[in-house]
Each structure stands twice: as structure tokens, then as C-alpha cells.
């Protein structure tokens, strides 16, 4: 006969043991930096090559114009994440946050436009 | 006793003669002999006498405008022989080539369903990834495709003709497991004919989840594909992404650099443990076992948050590209990651004895779905499922990419051949990741982990093979010399496994159908693409 | 007995009928918190403090959804199974003693003890009908393993629950349960593993999951039900837990009789009552944690070579422990 199942013990160690789970909403994971979330875009650095638009695999970046100079508005919707904008980009104006909560009732909520010039960010 | 390659060519001259047309290179360093149309089955009979166990690894179909090519890619000797056959496209009949390795079955029936090309002799010439009511003589994958009107659903009924009724004319019940049902996770439709409780035979259906990945990649750039092929399976994705970029860098002729090889090894070995977690979890939940469920997952989540630090994302790494990775290892990660490791390694040992010792899961799994070595051998099954009945071949150890031959690790293999023994097997192979981690951590080289490439990949063609967690994975890729490439084709592990299934399902009692089912850890997102 | 308002307090409110209810509702929260504690997660953990709020909710949303009756089924069976099955089930709680008497005064009799397994076994076969006339294949599979597997255990359940009817030479509820100075479960141990095996199965709990198993046949006899009929559908199946757990407690673990240290002896025979059928249950919880689904033919197996032959053993020995202890004049 083997020996006993070792699951016998680990169960009855698990009774008293701190739950693993989280009280998510209101206690929220600790995210490390270099997460691919949402796109921080700084237009003062933007030449308006139109490479990040290229690049996009999911067709998310529009080239769209503001003060005259193309510039690019991102489709959140259709974004994958995959931050191959921000490698593309010459001048580095693409960054990300660590903002992960994204989900939103309006279509239009996940549209981010270029701000007009002088302001930074996009957000 | 299987030969070198050498003396397969040496035999393929003797015996073909004038019907070689050509004998080439296929990058990197893989041989494509061109035959005459008819010469194939020769050709492929003679590697056979060679090495008894070759088996086919995929059968590719190439539009060339007036022709199609039709490139058999044989497993033998550890490494790939291709044979090249050229079909004219009005007339495109070849013979077929089940008789001789049954393991063909399923990629001749992708080919006609793609390129049109009939296959005189073959068992079962149905559809297999196309729906029943796809119109005829439209092939998407040639050159020439424009997208048919499809009729409105109301008035075609040709889904629904192959749903016949409950009890056929020889008496047995006819059970339909899927597309929807609890036990599968992906939809795919396997008709079981049951005899009382023993299933007699088993007809599957896959292409449920078709995308078109492999069209949709001729029409996007190089860079573009890595994130679309990375998108073929979630679960498995850094080998796509890592088997992509490596046969991309053969048709160019880079080479990446060595940290950025460490780099590739780690990010893949760590996609292999959480594969492994995930399944044996899922493998837990079908057979009744919540509990070893939840304990898996939980553990699965520290490997989570390390790969959540390395790549940015939990699952979906994103972290191979041409010519290297994207983003470099901390230093000050590397104390823990190893760490993390050796936790793993102590919780593997409790599941290796939960595994060992208890009654209930024993039950359910030992001497269930039996696969034999000679039946593993001929339907050229791969990975786990193999390696389970005793088969040893990992493509990690026969032709050695990213930086596994300087990294020394063990083949794992067991010889019963039931799902105790797939289930097994991923579990050890789960602790010699771990090593593998700890070692290639210990001998990180220092250096670029990029080299910069253009983005116009010049005209060639290549092949790349991968270890996934689920079996060998193929890959072909030709290029044109423009930014898009010609053509992609990808052959998953699974696809080469289902009829497996279909073999351990013959003569089982239909309640362990699930419990084998889950120990081929089946993806139908690689399946059908 | 007059009709008077001690009577129907007794009857609905406690222990009869609210009674059985809220603390079947409270015994459900008990199993999930510790089935979720095993796994090592929560549980339910918003509705109401410490989640015990939950079944209540469950219940509540059940009865306001839609309730669809499929096109083919067996109209009339199909309606009245459910409520029909949990009113059998907390109807065999009037014959099991909670605060000391039953919940009818005097109504206890002897061969009640027969009474309440047969009252179990027509309930279970109601719950086969409720598979069998949803005429879905799903539910017939799951139907008709519920009557595969309880035709096996209903056997060894019965030789095994005259065990402690010997010791204490009644086959009264009541009785049985007042005659254990010492539990019996202590007395005949080998009586008692073999009752609570055998309990497993009777409660449809792993290892003997079958007739639930999801990942085989989605819901069971379960899958056509909507609405205000899962909803007692699901109680149903609460209650033969509860009751279940009342009958091992009753016969193996001195009921609710137990020391009374000060107040009215009602109350602590009902604490006791409570205290020990929760051991009861957090027991059989946590054998449903650590052991997987066995298949049908792997209980059948289980049920009718072991189980079968072991019962009869036994009985036999409690006969000769019971004839030693206690000689026959």
C-alpha cells in the first residue's frame, strides 16, 4: 500500500492559512514598472514622421492633423499593447503608464487625441 | 539503425537517378531535394528503408503563380529532409502518401482544402478546416483569391447536413462532444460512436476557430507578423514569436546576439512552466479535482509576476523580435528570479508525490488512453504526448536553437504510455525548466541584446523548428524580397496530435474520454489557426 | 395535541420548518467558506458579514428569474418534482429529536428509523424522475447514474444504520439516540468510517461526484431546470445534506443529548444538536476536497465488492459486541 495521499495534510494546513485571493476593488495589485498599459504621448516631441502609425499591427494610430502637422490619435479599442509605437518612435514621445483599468462604457472614452500645442500628454 | 544524411541523399541518388531535378539548400542548412511529379512516393520510401522512424513533419503548398509546390518535409535523423514536387494548377492531382506514413492524413486534407489539390488514394478526402458550406473551387490560399459572396445563412443549410441522426443503421449511438460542451475548452466536434459504454469510433471536425492567420500575414509587414503570429495561441505564444524570428534571421543570414539567445532560452523556458502549470491544473478540474485546481493556479501566478516584471504583460510576452529581444534583464532581478525558482522547485516535489501517491487520481488515470510507441511512431505525434510512450525526441536536444546547446538539461520520457504518463512527464519537465532558468541566469553574457535589421528581408526561403510546450513546432517562411513576405505557414503541435486522439479513443469507456482528451493538452487555437 | 400556538411554533418556526431552513442556508455557507479556505481563497465574502448572507441571495435571485419549461418534457412530473422532493426531505425532520423531542410532540414511534430511510431513498428516486422527464440526453445520463449509484449504497446504508438500532434494541430515532451514554460512534468505530463512507455517497459528494460531474455531462438531472425550480431543486439537495448529517449525528454521536450546565435543557440539546452536526458536515467538506470523481463503473465497483460484503461484516460483528455486552435474558 503507498503512502498517503500528501494532499490529506496540505488540506488541513490550507484551513488556516491566509486566503491567496485579493479583495479586489478595494485592495489593488501592486504593478512593476515597464508595464505595458496605457500610452502617455508628449506632442512636443513629435516630429510627425507617421512611423508609429506604420508600424501598428493593429491599424490603432491615425495620423490626424493638429496646428497644420500630422500627428497620431490612438484607438485604445483596437490597441494591442504591444508598445511597437514607442519603439519606432525616433524622438521616444511614446511612454507607458501603469494604468491597466481601462474598461469603459463609451466608444468614444478610448479614443486619446493629441492635445493641441503646448500642453503634454494626451491622456 | 537510422543513418546520416548523408546517406539518405546517397540512397535518394541511387534509387531516383534522373528524376531528382534538383538538390539544394533550404535555410539553415536543411536539404531540399526537387523531384519529379510521381518520384515523391520513391523518394519517401527510401527514407523510410533509411530510418523507420521518419515521420512527416508538415506538407507545405506554395503558389507560384502557374504552379503550386508542394514541399513534404520529412523528420528523419533528427532533422528535416524536404521533397519538392511542382504540380501544374489546372491539373493538380498527386498521389497520396498515407499508405506509407499515416501521420499524413491530416496535413494533406489542410492542402487540398487551401490550394485544391487532390490527393488520389486518400482515406477520407473531406474538408477539414473550411466549413461545409464554403463554396467550391475558391482556395484561399492561392495567389489569384478574391473573397466569395457568401449566400445568406437562412437559405443554406449545408452545415447542418453533416448532423445526422442519433442512432445511425449499424446500431450505435451517435454522442456529439462539442463544439460547445464543459469538457473542451476551445469548440472542436468530435462525433463518438458508442456501443453501450465503449466507444467504438470517433470522427473529428476541427476548424471551428480558423482565422486565416496564415493569409493575413502575407498582407502585413515582417514586424507587423511577429505580433500576429505571437496572437496564433495565447498560452504558447513566445515560441511563436521566437520560432517566427528565428527562421526570418536564417533568410537574412543574422545572427542574434549571444545575451539576447540567454534571453530568448529564459523567456521561453519560463512560457513552458506556466504552459505545464495551466494544463495539469486543467487536467485536475477535468477528472473531478478542484482542489489541485486552485492549489496549481495559485502557484502559477508567482511565475505570472515574474514574467509581468520581464516582458510588461502576464501572459502575451512580446518580448522576442528580429534580431534579438526588446527589452534587457535587470540585474537586480536575477537574485529573484532564482529564488522563485527554488520555491518552484520545492512545490513541484509535493506534486510529484500528490501525483505518486494518491488513490483517487490513480484511478482515474493510469492505464487510460493507452498510446504505444509503434502507434506514437507512425502517426507522428509529438512533445509530451510522445515522449509519454517512450518516444525520444525533443527538438531542444536534436537541433539545438536559441541557446540550448551550450545549456546542459535531461529528455524526459516515460514508456506506459497512458495519460498518467503525459501528465507525468510535463510535471518533470517543469523542474528541468527550472534548472535550465538557473543556469542560463548563472551564464548571462554580457553584450547587445539587439542587433538593428531592415526591414526588407531579401528573397529566400527558410525553415524553423521550436520546442512549444505542447510538441515541435514548424514553421516555413519565404520571402520575396519586398517588405511583406510570400508565403508563411505554421504547423502547431496539436494539429499534429489530434489523431492521436483519435487512435487512444478506439475502444475506451466513454467515461474516460475527458480524462484522456486533457492529457494531449489540446490548444485548437494553434489547431486551426 | 390541540392546535394550539405551541404547537404550530414548534412546527414552523423552531425546530420545525424556519428552523430547518435558515440553518440549512447556514450550514450551505459553512461548506463553501470551507471548501474556499481549502482551496485557499475566499469564499463568499461581500453579501452580508463574512459572506453568510450568500445561499440567501442565491435563493432570492433564483426565484426571479424566468421559468422556462422546455417544449418536450413530461409537463406534469417535471413541475411538481421539485418542490415535491424538498417537502420529503424536511418532512423526515420531524421524526429526528433536535431540542431534546421531536418537532410534533410524541410523534416518534418505533420503525421511525425505517420511515426516514425510505422517506430518503423515494426522494432520490424523485430526483431521477426530474432527469427523466427533461428528456435531454444530458439529464437522462445524469439521472440515470443518481439511480445507478443510489440503488448500490441504499443497501449497505440500511445494514448499517441497524447497527446502533441493535445496541440500543429500538428502532426508534428518539430512542437510539437517548441510549448512548457513551456515542456510539466510539463503541462500534468500525460501524461508524463505514457509515460515513457510505454517507458520501448518499450526499452525492466527491469521491462520488458522479451524478454532478460537469465537465462530463453539464448539469445533470439539473440542466433543463430554471428559476423557481432550480431554486428548490437546489434547496432540495441542501436539505438531504442537512438531513443526512442529522442521521449520522442522531444515531452514531448521541444526538442532542449531551451535559447541560444551567438554563433550560432545551437549549443546550439543541446547541449540542447544532455543534455536532457541523463537525459532521465540515468532515464530509473536507473529504470532498481531497479526493477526485471516480467513474461510474469504479463506484459500482466500490459499492457493490466492498462496501456490500463489509456492511454485512460488520452488522455481524456489532450482533456479537452488542450480545457480549448486554446478554439477551
Known amino acids: 500500500m503507498a503512502k498517503l495521499s500528501p494532499i490529506l495534510k496540505e488540506a488541513l494546513i490550507h484551513l488556516f492559512k491566509k486566503p491567496a485571493t485579493r479583495k479586489y476593488p478595494e485592495e489593488k495589485p501592486k504593478i512593476p514598472t515597464g508595464y505595458r498599459g496605457k500610452q502617455i504621448f508628449d506632442i512636443n516631441l513629435c516630429i510627425g514622421c507617421g512611423l508609429c502609425s506604420r508600424d501598428c499591427p493593429a491599424k490603432a494610430i491615425e495620423m490626424v492633423e493638429v496646428d497644420g502637422k500630422p500627428r497620431p490619435l490612438f484607438h485604445l479599442d483596437r490597441c494591442i499593447f504591444c508598445y511597437q509605437c514607442a519603439e519606432s518612435c525616433p524622438r521616444n514621445a511614446i511612454k507607458s503608464l501603469e494604468i491597466f483599468e481601462l474598461a469603459a462604457t463609451n466608444k468614444s472614452d478610448l479614443i486619446v487625441k493629441p492635445k493641441a500645442s503646448g500642453a503634454a500628454g494626451g491622456v | ?529 | 395535541m390541540s392546535l394550539d400556538s405551541g404547537f404550530l411554533f414548534r412546527v414552523l418556526i423552531f425546530p420545525g420548518f424556519a428552523f430547518i431552513l435558515f440553518f440549512t442556508m447556514f450550514c450551505d455557507w459553512v461548506e463553501r467558506k470551507i471548501e474556499a479556505r481549502v482551496q485557499n481563497r475566499m469564499g463568499p465574502t461581500y453579501t452580508g458579514p463574512a459572506g453568510i448572507l450568500q445561499p440567501l441571495a442565491d435563493f432570492v435571485k433564483l426565484l426571479t428569474k424566468e421559468d422556462i419549461v422546455p417544449f418536450n418534457v413530461k409537463n406534469f412530473i417535471f413541475k411538481l418534482v421539485p418542490i415535491l422532493s424538498f417537502s420529503i426531505f424536511v418532512f423526515a425532520f420531524a421524526f429526528l429529536p433536535i431540542d431534546g423531542a421531536n418537532a410534533i410532540l410524541n410523534s416518534n414511534f418505533e420503525g421511525d428509523l425505517i420511515l426516514v430511510l425510505t422517506l430518503i431513498s423515494i426522494a432520490n428516486f424523485f430526483l431521477f424522475l426530474s432527469g427523466w422527464s427533461s428528456t435531454n440526453p444530458y439529464s437522462a445520463t445524469g439521472a440515470a447514474r443518481v439511480l445507478t449509484q443510489f440503488l448500490g449504497y441504499d443497501i449497505p446504508l440500511f445494514i448499517l444504520a441497524l447497527a446502533p438500532a441493535f445496541l440500543a434494541r429500538s428502532l426508534s430515532i428518539l430512542r437510539i439516540a437517548a441510549s448512548q451514554p457513551l456515542p456510539f460512534a466510539l463503541v462500534i468505530p468500525w460501524v461508524f468510517v463505514l457509515f460515513m463512507i457510505t454517507l458520501q455517497a448518499e450526499l452525492e459528494k466527491d469521491p462520488f461526484d458522479i451524478p454532478h460531474a460537469e465537465t462530463e455531462i453539464v448539469g445533470g438531472y439539473e440542466t433543463e431546470y430554471t428559476g423557481r425550480r432550480l431554486a428548490f431543486l437546489k434547496l432540495a439537495k441542501d436539505v438531504q445534506i442537512v438531513l443526512g448529517a442529522a442521521i449520522a449525528v442522531e444515531l452514531f454521536l448521541g444526538g442532542p443529548y449531551g451535559p447541560v450546565f444551567y438554563g433550560s435543557p432545551a437549549f443546550w440539546c439543541a446547541l449540542w444538536f447544532v455543534l455536532k452536526l457541523l463537525v459532521v458536515v465540515v468532515f464530509t467538506e473536507y473529504l470532498t476536497c481531497v479526493f477526485a470523481r471516480l467513474r461510474i463503473d469504479q463506484v459500482l465497483v466500490i459499492n457493490w465488492k466492498v462496501l456490500l460484503p463489509l456492511s454485512l461484516l460488520s452488522l455481524v460483528a456489532t450482533v456479537g459486541l452488542g450480545l457480549w455486552l448486554n446478554p439477551l435474558r
Open chain 2, 1 to 529: 539503425m537510422p543513418t546520416s544524411i548523408n546517406g539518405i541523399l546517397k540512397a535518394l541518388g541511387d534509387a531516383l537517378g534522373g528524376k531528382i531535378l534538383q538538390t539544394g539548400t533550404l535555410r539553415p542548412e536543411k536539404v531540399l531535394v526537387q523531384v519529379d511529379v510521381g518520384a515523391h512516393r520513391d523518394a519517401i520510401k527510401v527514407i523510410l528503408k533509411q530510418d523507420e522512424n521518419a515521420g512527416v513533419s508538415a506538407i507545405t503548398g506554395v503558389d507560384l503563380g502557374k504552379t503550386i509546390k508542394l514541399l513534404y518535409h520529412i523528420r528523419a535523423c533528427n532533422t528535416i529532409i524536404t521533397i519538392g514536387v511542382e504540380l501544374p494548377k489546372e491539373n493538380a492531382k498527386i498521389e497520396s502518401i498515407t499508405d506509407l506514413i499515416s501521420g499524413a492524413n491530416f496535413h494533406e486534407r489542410e492542402v487540398s482544402d487551401f490550394f485544391g489539390v487532390t490527393f488520389e488514394g486518400h482515406p477520407n478526402p473531406k474538408r477539414l478546416i473550411l466549413p461545409e458550406d464554403w463554396p467550391e473551387n475558391v482556395f484561399p490560399l492561392r495567389k489569384d483569391f478574391t473573397a466569395p459572396n457568401f449566400p445568406s445563412k437562412t437559405e443554406n443549410s449545408g452545415a447542418l447536413k453533416d448532423n445526422e441522426q442519433v442512432s445511425g443503421d449499424d446500431g450505435l449511438v451517435k454522442i456529439v462532444l462539442g463544439p460547445q460542451h464543459p469538457a473542451l475548452i476551445e469548440p472542436e466536434k468530435f462525433i463518438l460512436k458508442v456501443d453501450g459504454e465503449i466507444v467504438k469510433e470517433v470522427k473529428p471536425r476541427i476548424g471551428y476557430v480558423h482565422r486565416g492567420i496564415e493569409k493575413a500575414a502575407e498582407s502585413r509587414t515582417y514586424l507587423q507578423d511577429i505580433y500576429l503570429v505571437e496572437r496564433i495561441c495565447g498560452i504558447c505564444n513566445a515560441c511563436h514569436a521566437a520560432c517566427f524570428c528565428q527562421t526570418v534571421e536564417a533568410i537574412m543570414g543574422v545572427d542574434a546576439p549571444p545575451r539576447a539567445r540567454y534571453l530568448r532560452t529564459i523567456i521561453l523556458e519560463l512560457n513552458r512552466i506556466h504552459s505545464h502549470m495551466l494544463l495539469l491544473g486543467h487536467a485536475g478540474f477535468e477528472i473531478g479535482y478542484e482542489t489541485l485546481f486552485h492549489y496549481m493556479w495559485r502557484d502559477r501566478e508567482r511565475i505570472l509576476d515574474i514574467m509581468e516584471e520581464l516582458t510588461g504583460n502576464r501572459i502575451i510576452a512580446s518580448f522576442i523580435t528580429i534580431g534579438g529581444v526588446r527589452r534587457d534583464l535587470k540585474e537586480e532581478m536575477i537574485p529573484r528570479i532564482k529564488a522563485e525558482m527554488e520555491a518552484l522547485r520545492e512545490r513541484m516535489k509535493f506534486y510529484k508525490e500528490l501525483f505518486e501517491n494518491d488513490s483517487t487520481i490513480k484511478m482515474r488515470t493510469k492505464n487510460v488512453g493507452v498510446l504505444s510507441k509503434q502507434d506514437a511512431l507512425k502517426l507522428c505525434v509529438v512533445g509530451p504526448v510522445a515522449r509519454g510512450s517512450g518516444v525520444n525526441m525533443d527538438v531542444r536536444r536534436d537541433e539545438p536553437y536559441a541557446a540550448y546547446n551550450e545549456i546542459p538539461f535531461r529528455v524526459i520520457t516515460y514508456d506506459y504510455g497512458d495519460s498518467w504518463a503525459r501528465l507525468m512527464v510535463r510535471l518533470d519537465e517543469v523542474v528541468e525548466s527550472a534548472n535550465i532558468i538557473q543556469y542560463a541566469l548563472e551564464h548571462l553574457p554580457s553584450g547587445p541584446y539587439r542587433v538593428r535589421v531592415p526591414r526588407i528581408v531579401p528573397a529566400g526561403e527558410a525553415i524553423g523548428r521550436v520546442e512549444a510546450p505542447r510538441g515541435e513546432l514548424f514553421y516555413y517562411v519565404k520571402s520575396n524580397g519586398t517588405a511583406y513576405p510570400e508565403r508563411v505557414k505554421v504547423r502547431t503541435p496539436t494539429f499534429a496530435n489530434i489523431l492521436a486522439f483519435v487512435k487512444i479513443a478506439e475502444g475506451i469507456n466513454i467515461a474516460d474520454v475527458p480524462a484522456s482528451f486533457i492529457s494531449l493538452d489540446p490548444c485548437f487555437s494553434c489547431t486551426d489557426r
